[in-house]
């Protein structure tokens, strides 16, 4: 009976610590949201928030978009997935402001390890890295499952790009 006590009060703790983070990380990015909007500089690590915001977007979108992105088009199989996207969505309203920001943004500005922030956000689809990022594609963060080209032509398909295309040897 004492043990399980102990359970539920370390259950407890570990709760409202967690509770307390998102809290934390929410009223960290309302904070800068503020600092933008009052036209204030922002600080290398005002863009720190920033740059988790979006990256922790981008992370928790990606496993959603890649069921979305290896239906077909239009495939009813897809809406919950559309529909769990939106929610997502919706539970980071500073979406466009931060992201308008990090793109105005220089990569002076930003600091160096803030550079490197972004550049291991960069592969993710929804995650819109500035001019100045270095994006590395990673097949393992997520994307569209493509099929050679079935005709024994040497082909190759080309990845990261805007379409898909074939290229003839």
Known sequence: MKMLKTLKVLLLA????VAA????SASEADAVAKKIEQGETLSQSDYTVIIDYLGSFAEKAQPIQDNINNLPA???KAQPFVEQFDKLKSSYPLLAKFTSVLDKASAEE???DNVALVDKYAGYEWFTSPSWA???TDPGIGGIEMQS???DTNGVLAGAVDEEKVVMK
């Open 149 to 151: 080209p079935s005709n």
């Open 134 to 136: 270095t994006i590395n």
């Open 110 to 112: 930003v600091g160096q």
């Open 74 to 76: 239009e495939d009813p």
């Open 14 to 17: 570990m709760l409202v610590g």
């Open 21 to 24: 983070t998102a809290c934390n």
